[in-house]
């Protein structure tokens, strides 16, 4: 029958070096206490990578400090401007070696790399480049000024977007930074490093070291960085709010989440099914504002899980190069041991988990996408981040009932709504407490939109206007 | 004999338009967005070598061969006749299209051409495109094509009396064309009911109007005249398949899809191969259930085979004009 050949993309165009060091004043450093990163998929091996030391962390930040004092708070707003369009221009001109490389660390298809991460990027750098001649306008009144040195911590899911939320808005704004990503997915910060020499960007303004949490930390403690931006795991977002408490350093965190994707009896039901498998299989569920949790009306349960059921018979599991693909490789051995370790433990609570029929392969971290039905409130996978591709199943009877259900947990990052009526959207959503709510979609994003959360999900906005005026000083 | 089930049963009691009203606004809503998201998402996959070489000789199989002008002539339909047997003079193993699509008063022209070989003649009828006479002339029409030997029938439904909210009328029509099918055998040409999508314009309408024609009686639903300014799209024929996969769900009965109209180009056709296998499965690749309406699409596919057998580009003066 009509099975689909192997349409592999081409690795031509991506050359790791077989060895990096950190890029610091605009150049980079001799490697040096490297450790391997690997390619998720596969388990090969791509390159070998610096772990920044406190000395590394240090030259980094004195680095950034003295581009900050002497050439880029210097350059008016017009001129960094067009560093950062050249950049985006760059980055759409490697599109595609960035795409592949990405896959090639982090394990996600090739698909979601060419159509979402790396449009993102250069999307993201020409927003916040337009703002950089404007911030006369972003609401602080005239002349705002820039904090200084930025330290920036990222994680692992979206390696270069993540870097391109934090890095673009940071220069425009007139900062320079340090940026530490994530130990398993260095290798698109390091190209980016690559780029900014490209870009002819001045040294020091953006620096990249390499390590694990120890790197992290060092950077995010040291004396001299005013303003810290960090994504990840709740966990490490509690360390960081206590380690700059009764410091003069901003802060913005963007954690954890739990997402209701609460589906109407009067929704559009084959749409709705498109949402929760955009919402919770995109990225194999690796996104902090997946629609973990599906909360249906019960009576529509049964039809609307047969129609998801049959929908992820479809999906497509495997190498994440192939264009076909749909679902990827999980990033790491220890998130797949998490992952594991919270459906068993679903399932013991008295859940009913169901996976199709998909062909896991041999080498590499993979599990199949999961769907868990008869989830009470009080199950851990209910109410635990399980960060991978794991939907929990839930049901509700009123509006009411739904809305408590949706806020009934520590995080308020993201929420869903399915339903043809208008007016009951704006009800909900008015009711929700969620700092991004899609409405008959999900996990829609865009440089002009702010996004953020609420509670255990952090604080801080990125993206738009509000992602903006994280990095600058109003007059008082 | 058509196909049985119980349409009181479905729309909960007696057919009057009260109920099939109630009935079809009861569906659930179609998100424009969100429908042509996944149509658009699905253009992406990557056919190529086995599977690019299946697919367009499935779309070959699967093509109703169309000639709807006010200009054709016996000769015309002749000559398109003996294009749809032996498409490739080049490669005798290709498959040949499912059917030549025709004007009734052209079928036995066709009938004549084609004789034995398994190639089916579909007429157009009822009035096409516009579907704008009396009953009486849209049954005449049908039964003079169904005598003069069509297999098939591709009838239009009233889009006024749809957009009026006359769904009973619709039904109606339906119903009695589906009787008009009936040859003096007892045996009846297969029929296709045409939407005209392109002038329902909503994608619920659409939904609404492919239960109808399923509920009414029509073995194959089919989108669009091609003489419209809008006609088949991806997102139109995904949405009628999955009209047609849930309808089997609830019924048992598989009902066909025909896209028509615009289809011009073999990435095209694979692409709305791709659409069938991911949305109604791959128990909808058969010429049975899933069809391309189609004029200028054949000699495409043809050069795209010629490609992938030789490795070289040959040109349009290597395909036969038909």
Not at chain 1, 266 to 290: M, T, Y
Not at chain 1, 339 to 353: D, M, N, P, Y
Not at chain 2, 161 to 188: H, M, P
Not at chain 2, 259 to 276: E, F, M, Q
Request: aromatic residues 8%; contains cysteine.
């Amino acid at each position: 029958m009509f099975e689909y050949a192997p349409a592999p993309e081409s690795r031509a165009l991506v050359t790791f070096q077989s060895s990096y060091g950190h890029f610091i004043g605009g150049k980079f450093t001799k490697p040096s206490n490297t450790y391997q990163t690997i390619s998720p998929a596969t388990e090969e091996f791509l390159a070998e990578i610096s772990t920044a030391t406190a000395k590394d962390v240090d030259l980094a930040v004195k680095a950034a400090r003295n581009a900050y004092e002497k050439v880029w708070s210097k350059l008016s707003g017009a001129e960094r401007g067009k560093y950062l369009y050249r950049i985006a221009r760059i980055i759409q001109e490697r599109a595609r070696e960035l795409a592949i490389a990405e896959t090639l660390n982090n394990g996600k298809p090739i698909k979601e790399t060419r159509d979402a991460d790396i449009p993102l990027v250069a999307a993201w750098f020409f927003y916040y480049a337009g703002w950089a001649d404007k911030l006369d306008y972003a609401g602080l009144g005239a002349n705002p000024k820039a904090h200084g040195v930025a330290a920036q911590v990222i994680p692992w899911n979206f390696p270069l977007m993540m870097l391109a939320w934090k890095i673009a808005p940071a220069l425009a704004a007139g900062n320079t930074v340090v940026l530490k990503p994530a130990e398993t997915t260095p290798l698109t910060a390091l190209i980016f490093a690559e780029i900014c020499q490209q870009a002819g960007l001045p040294d020091g303004v953006v620096n990249i070291i390499t390590g694990f949490g120890q790197t992290g930390a060092d950077l995010i403690a040291h004396k001299d960085v005013n303003k810290v931006a960090f994504t990840g795991s709740t966990g490490v977002g509690r360390l960081i709010a206590k380690q700059v408490a009764g410091t003069n350093k901003k802060v913005t965190l963007e954690l954890g989440g739990k997402a209701a994707n609460i589906v109407f009896d009067d929704a559009p039901l084959d749409q709705a099914v498109e949402g929760i498998i955009n919402g919770i299989f995109f990225n194999q569920g690796h996104v902090c504002c997946a629609g973990s949790r599906l909360l249906v009306q019960e009576g529509i349960q049964d039809e609307l899980m047969k129609k998801l059921k049959r929908r992820m018979e479809t999906l497509k599991l495997g190498d994440p190069l192939d264009k076909n693909t749909d679902i990827g490789a999980i990033n790491s051995k220890m998130q797949l041991d998490k992952i594991t370790k919270l459906v068993k433990l679903g399932v013991k609570e008295g859940g009913e988990a169901w996976a199709p029929n998909c062909e896991i392969p041999k080498k590499g971290f993979w599990y199949a996408p999961t769907v868990i039905t008869g989830v009470a409130p009080t199950n851990t996978v209910a109410r635990e981040e399980i960060f991978g591709p794991v939907l929990s199943v839930l049901t509700f009877r009123t509006p009411a009932e739904a809305v408590a259900k949706a806020n009934n947990t520590p995080f308020g990052l993201s929420a869903g709504i399915w339903t043809e009526k208008g007016s009951r959207i704006l009800k909900v959503a008015d009711q929700l407490n969620a700092g991004v709510i899609w409405a008959n979609t999900f996990n829609q994003f865009d440089p002009a939109s702010p996004f953020g959360g609420f509670k255990e999900s952090g604080y801080g906005r990125e993206g738009g206007r509000h992602g903006l005026l994280a990095y600058l000083k109003g007059d008082n | 004999m058509p196909k049985k089930f119980e349409p009181e049963a479905m729309v909960g009691g007696k057919i009057t338009n009260l109920s099939l009203r109630r009935w079809l606004h009861s569906l659930p809503g179609v998100d424009k967005v969100g429908l042509e998201a996944r149509a658009a998402s699905l253009g992406t996959r990557s056919i190529k070598t086995t599977s690019k070489a299946w697919a367009l000789d499935a779309a070959i199989k699967m093509m109703d061969l169309t000639t709807l002008e006010g200009m054709d002539t016996p000769e015309r339909v002749r000559s398109l006749c003996l294009k749809a047997l032996t498409p490739d003079p080049t490669d005798l193993d290709c498959p040949r299209p499912a059917a030549i699509c025709v004007y009734g008063d052209m079928v036995p022209f066709a009938k004549d051409a084609l004789g034995k070989s398994g190639i089916y003649v579909a007429a157009v009828a009822t009035a096409f495109p516009s579907g704008r006479a009396s009953l009486a002339v849209k049954l005449q029409d049908t039964k003079d094509a169904v005598k003069a030997g069509a297999d098939e029938i591709d009838m239009v439904i009233d889009r006024g009396a749809f957009l009026s909210g006359n769904y009973l009328e619709v039904y109606k029509q339906i119903q009695a064309v589906k009787q008009a099918c009936q040859r003096k055998d007892g045996s009846f040409a297969h029929l296709k009911v045409i939407l005209e999508t392109g002038e329902l314009q909503t994608y619920d309408n659409i939904r609404r109007a492919s239960y109808l024609g399923m509920i009414a009686g029509g073995d194959f639903i089919k989108t669009s005249t091609g003489k419209v300014t809008v006609n088949a799209t991806i997102p139109i024929t995904l949405l009628m398949l999955q009209a047609v996969r849930d309808w089997y769900d609830q019924t048992g009965i598989k009902i066909g899809v025909k896209p028509a109209g615009g289809i011009r180009t073999a990435k095209d056709a694979i692409k709305y191969l791709v659409v069938v296998k991911e949305v109604a499965g791959e128990g909808w690749l058969t010429p049975d259930l899933f069809r391309f309406g189609a004029s200028s699409l054949l000699n495409d596919v043809l050069m795209q085979r010629q490609k992938l057998k030789t490795g070289n580009y040959s040109g349009p003066d290597y395909v036969t004009v038909d």
